[in-house]
Each structure stands twice: as C-alpha cells, then as structure tokens.
C-alpha cells in the first residue's frame, strides 16, 4: 500500500514533499483515504480487528466527502498514480476497475447502467493512463483502453480501444491521438508501456493553412 500512496503523492508533488500536498491537495486526502479504506477492506487481518478499523475509516471518509465531494468506495480496484485534479461531485461506483496513471477531473460519474435489469456490478473496466475531462460520465458493463481520453461532458456507453479520443453525447471516436498531451505523471518519459502506446498513436493534427 505504501509504494502506491507514494507513486499517488508524485501526481501532485511539485517539489514541496508529500507531506506537504497531503495538506493543501483535497483530491489527495479522497484518494489517501481510498487506499486506506480499501486495504482494510480487502488484508486479511482478523475480523476483531477490522471491525474498528472500518469504523474509523468511515467516519473520516463521511468527512471526505463533504469537504471534496469526491466518492471512491473501498470495493474499487484503482492502479498507483491516480490524480484528481479538482474537487467537485466525482462518483466512482462500487466494484470499478482504474488503471495506473489515470486521471479524473471535476463532475466526472463511472458507474453502472442501472435501470430494469441492470447489475450494479457492471461497471466499467478502465485502463492504464486514461485521461476523463470534466463533467464525462463512463457507464455500464463496457472497457476503456489505455491511454485513451474522454472530452469535456463526454457520455460513454460502449466499450472504447486503446488511444481512443472520445467526445460528444453519445461518445464518439475522433482520433487515436490518445491521451499523452495531457495525461501527464513523473516518470513517463521513461515508462515503456507508454512509449510504445506512443508510437502507435495517430500524429498530431497540423494547423491548416490560411
């Protein structure tokens, strides 16, 4: 757990140290208390000892949320590197599964289809690096490649590839460019899975001339 939070830390560390962020960075405290409650729920420990530790973790996680308005339950599975760059009303459903380096901004909603029929347990599967802009909301039992990018008050309902850039309600795929112009974490310049994301991606679009 602790690799993790500290590999969380570096998102928002810009050389003031990690205690530090974790006083002025309220997308830190969501995902701190994330990682804590998650391994209470899932380290095997002995029940007389789990038992309070969720009670505690709880009660400050109700304080979370009304300071940040930022949910993560502790049934999600999120990879190291999360960064949530501001607060304000995001919503992970339970059982979501977030890849390493991702991102989330403000007013973004990952949950289940719901309505007649529909599981709570099918959630979104999202990959590694995945950027999601403010606002877009990711829905049902569909998968999200890695290093892919969701727009600004983006609705995703089907299942995107890799480097997918998606936009518009209904979401729609408009390039392959991915996320790596925005969706940035220290150490990616050196991270291969990325480099070799990289070079698949569509080039960037060039100005047209007047």
């Given at each position: 757990?602790?690799?993790?939070?500290?590999?969380?830390l570096r998102r928002w560390?810009?050389?003031?140290?990690?205690?530090?962020?974790?006083?002025?960075?309220?997308?830190?405290?969501?995902?701190?208390?994330?990682?804590?409650?998650?391994?209470?729920?899932?380290?095997?420990?002995?029940?007389?000892?789990?038992?309070?530790?969720?009670?505690v973790s709880n009660i400050?996680?109700?304080?979370?949320?009304?300071?940040?308005?930022?949910?993560?339950?502790?049934?999600?599975?999120?990879?190291?590197?999360?960064?949530?760059?501001?607060?304000?009303?995001?919503?992970?459903?339970?059982?979501?599964?977030?890849?390493?380096?991702?991102?989330?901004?403000?007013?973004?909603?990952?949950?289940?289809?719901?309505?007649?029929?529909?599981?709570?347990t099918a959630v979104p599967?999202?990959?590694?690096?995945?950027?999601?802009?403010?606002?877009?909301?990711?829905?049902?039992?569909?998968?999200?490649?890695?290093?892919?990018?969701?727009?600004?008050?983006?609705?995703?309902?089907?299942?995107?590839?890799?480097?997918?850039?998606?936009?518009?309600?209904?979401?729609?795929?408009?390039?392959?460019?991915?996320?790596?112009?925005?969706?940035?974490?220290?150490?990616?310049?050196?991270?291969?899975?990325?480099?070799?994301?990289?070079?698949?991606?569509?080039?960037?679009?060039?100005?047209?001339?007047?």
């Open positions: 757990m602790f690799e993790t939070v500290r590999e969380d560390d810009e050389g003031e140290g990690a205690f530090k962020v974790a006083i002025r960075a309220p997308g830190a405290w969501a995902v701190m208390v994330y990682r804590l409650r998650h391994w209470i729920h899932s380290a095997p420990m002995p029940a007389p000892l789990r038992a309070p530790l969720k009670v400050v996680q109700a304080g979370v949320v009304i300071a940040t308005n930022i949910q993560l339950p502790e049934t999600a599975t999120i990879g190291p590197g999360l960064f949530i760059a501001h607060t304000g009303y995001i919503v992970v459903a339970n059982h979501t599964v977030l890849g390493k380096h991702c991102t989330l901004t403000q007013g973004v909603t990952i949950g289940h289809a719901g309505g007649t029929g529909g599981s709570l599967v999202i990959g590694d690096r995945v950027y999601i802009g403010p606002g877009a909301a990711v829905i049902g039992d569909i998968s999200v490649g890695d290093d892919a990018m969701i727009g600004v008050s983006a609705v995703v309902t089907k299942s995107l590839p890799p480097r997918a850039v998606a936009v518009g309600n209904p979401a729609r795929v408009v390039s392959q460019q991915g996320s790596f112009a925005i969706n940035h974490y220290p150490g990616m310049d050196t991270d291969e899975a990325r480099a070799e994301a990289l070079a698949q991606a569509d080039p960037p679009a060039r100005p047209k001339k007047k």
